[in-house]
């Protein structure tokens, strides 16, 4: 694995809020097909390192590079237009609007009504590729207009990442994507995340859940106090070696 | 993984019902009517219905357009009125009627995109800034007329745009049925209408979505404004005259179709059918109660129990459609 470079890296980075250093000199780089796990306890940095890799805030230091090129995101469009979307905690779907209009939104299909001077939604197409989408994590809902409220919380997941499909992304943030679930809805989202793997995605994901990161990541790094102490392959590790590794802060 | 099922959706006539339940009390309220109110039926005051429901549909329209980006209008009827003032105060300078119609729709486009500018840049909660655009705009009427009616034999190139008929239908509802098609249109086929929706529905996420939202929510503004602008042009035209508040009858009329509407086809959303099928409802509960001899203030006293009612309905029975601004 080490010949191969990695698809992207943070160097040095560093964020600072006023006095309060969230992010000191962390060093990253994250494989093809990683499913690379970030710990540590509250108020370590990982959501501000997510955000920073995200584009929703911009380091104040160091560099982040993809696929070789450095990259300056200024907002969450610009990572997404590269390829890295996130999923956030509350998912960011309109739970009124349909399975289709939330993995569309903002990129709707559409075609041709007037020669090249008016386009109008392509409903069926869109409903189609949704279900597509869907059936490409494992999971199939029988109506594309069913509105997102109407899901369960696992349906939701898969939901959300499919919009990340829509948009080609090959990076995927996902911050705690199993905090409000059941037994249940978990496994699902596990499998879900498994499903990405397979298909040559890479995912970052934070979770303060052991149990969670040993059965579905392939690495972990673990922060404390702003800076990465230990970044490991997950190899088999139990999870009560893991939150050992978290608490010591990698000793 | 197997086959799941949504959870939670409603059996089929409970669903029939949700969708077309205040629809069809709509109906049978009209038919009521037909059938007990005298001369409700005759062709003049069916035509009557028909073009009152006009004025009040189209400008309905503009607070839901308003509404489907989450932000409540409370000044289109003011802006309508100050609109048919300056269209009037243009032709009783002799204008031409071109130049009263394009001074119509430039007041409500500006006092809509004040609207927009108001609530997105300035950060003033819509409720808020509407209030007060509808007091400027109600002082400036005044201001204008000096609180007397504009009032004349205003040219036929003018008037007829309201009075007149195209191949044997009213000039009125074709306006209506033009303004409607276009919402509908813009609403249901368009990204723009699918972006203005995603705005209203789920600002944050939308924007995460690389909606430019705030554009969407001026636009929705925007077209409230432009909606008062021809609601006014419409009512000046077949009165020919003009006067401050002229469109204030309407203020309450048009958040009742629009409210009435969310309870139909669509439940809990800002709808075109259903906005236009409550205000053709409502003129006809006016006017009927009319006929019937009930006293004029009865007409106030229904529309606000259903502007309670219709928020009600669309948050408690129909779970799913939640009311929010
Ligand atoms: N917007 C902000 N302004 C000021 N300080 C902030 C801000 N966001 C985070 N911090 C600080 O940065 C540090 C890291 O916060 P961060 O949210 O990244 O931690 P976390 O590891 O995600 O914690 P948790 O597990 O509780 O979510 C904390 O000390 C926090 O107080
Ligand atoms: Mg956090």
Redesign the interface.
Same mark, same amino acid.
């Given at each position: 694995m080490t010949e191969v470079s990695p698809l992207f890296s943070l160097r040095d980075v560093s964020k600072r809020y006023g006095a309060v250093e969230a992010l000191t000199g962390v060093d990253l780089d994250v494989y093809s097909g990683d499913v690379i796990a970030i710990c540590g306890d509250n108020g370590a940095g990982k959501s501000t390192l997510i955000k920073v890799l995200s584009g929703a805030e911009i380091a104040s230091g160091g560099e982040i590079m993809l696929a070789g090129r450095r990259m300056h995101f200024r907002s969450? &469009?610009d990572a @997404?237009a590269q390829g890295v979307a996130t999923i956030?905690q509350d998912l960011? @779907?309109?739970? %009124? @609007?349909s399975i289709t209009?939330n993995i569309? *939104?903002?990129?709707?299909l559409?075609r041709p @009504?007037l020669g090249r001077f008016l %386009?109008? #939604?392509d409903k069926a197409r869109m409903a189609k590729q949704a279900e597509a989408y869907l059936k490409r994590l494992?999971? +199939?809902?029988? !109506?594309m207009s069913?509105?997102v409220? $109407? #899901? +369960?919380g696992g &349906?939701r997941q898969a939901v959300a990442i499919s $919009?990340a499909l829509r948009w080609n992304a090959n990076v995927i943030i996902m911050d705690e994507p199993t905090a409000a679930l059941g037994v249940r809805e978990t496994a *699902?989202v596990l !499998?879900l995340i498994r499903r990405l793997r397979e298909t040559r995605h890479t995912v970052v994901l934070i979770s303060h859940n052991m149990a969670d990161v040993v059965a579905v990541a392939t690495r972990v790094a673990i922060l404390k106090s702003g800076r990465k102490v230990f970044d490991t392959p997950i190899d088999g590790m139990s999870a009560g070696r893991l939150a050992g590794l978290i608490m010591s802060g990698g000793q | 993984m197997s086959r799941q099922p949504a959870a939670g959706s409603p059996p089929r006539i409970a669903a029939i019902l949700q969708r077309y339940g205040t629809a069809l009390a709509g109906a049978g309220v009209i038919t009521f009517f037909l059938v007990m109110a005298p001369n409700f039926s005759s062709p003049g005051n069916l035509l009557n219905i028909v073009k009152e429901t006009s004025f009040l549909a189209i400008l309905a329209l503009g607070f839901a357009l308003a509404l489907t980006v989450s932000e409540l209008d409370l000044s289109i009827a003011d802006i309508a009125s100050l609109a048919a003032v300056t269209a009037g105060w243009c032709i009783q300078a002799g204008q031409s009627p071109g130049i009263a119609v394009a001074a119509a729709l430039a007041i409500g486009t500006a006092l809509g995109a004040a609207n927009g500018f108001g609530v997105t840049v300035l950060k003033v909660p819509s409720l808020i800034m509407t209030l007060g655009t509808a007091a400027i705009a109600k002082g400036i009427s005044f201001y204008i007329t000096q609180g007397v009616a504009f009032v004349g034999r205003w040219p036929e190139g003018f008037t007829g745009i309201a009075r007149g008929a195209t191949f044997g239908v009213s000039n009125l509802i074709w306006s209506l049925v033009l303004v409607g098609i276009f919402c509908l249109f813009l609403m249901k086929s368009t990204q723009t209408g699918a972006h203005m929706t995603a705005t209203g529905e789920a600002e944050e996420a939308a924007r995460l979505a690389g909606i430019a939202t705030k554009s969407m929510k001026r636009l929705g503004m925007i077209l409230a404004g432009v909606l008062a602008g021809i609601t006014a042009i419409l009512l000046a035209a077949n009165l020919s005259s003009a006067a401050p508040n002229m469109a204030g009858d309407f203020f309450l009329y048009a958040i009742a179709a629009v409210l009435l509407g969310m309870t139909m086809f669509e439940p809990g959303h800002p709808n075109v059918p259903g906005t236009v099928l409550s205000a053709l409802v409502l003129k006809s509960l006016g006017n009927g109660l009319v006929l019937l001899g009930a006293p004029y203030y009865a007409q106030d006293i229904v529309l606000g129990a259903v502007i309670i009612g219709s928020v009600a309905l669309s948050a408690g029975f129909m779970q799913n459609a939640a009311f929010k601004v």
């Open positions: 969450p &469009q @997404l956030y960011a @779907l309109a739970p %009124r @609007l209009a569309f *939104m903002g990129a709707e559409t @009504l %386009r109008v #939604l494992a999971v +199939s809902i029988d !109506d069913t509105p409220e $109407r #899901l +369960s &349906q $919009r *699902m !499998d | -």
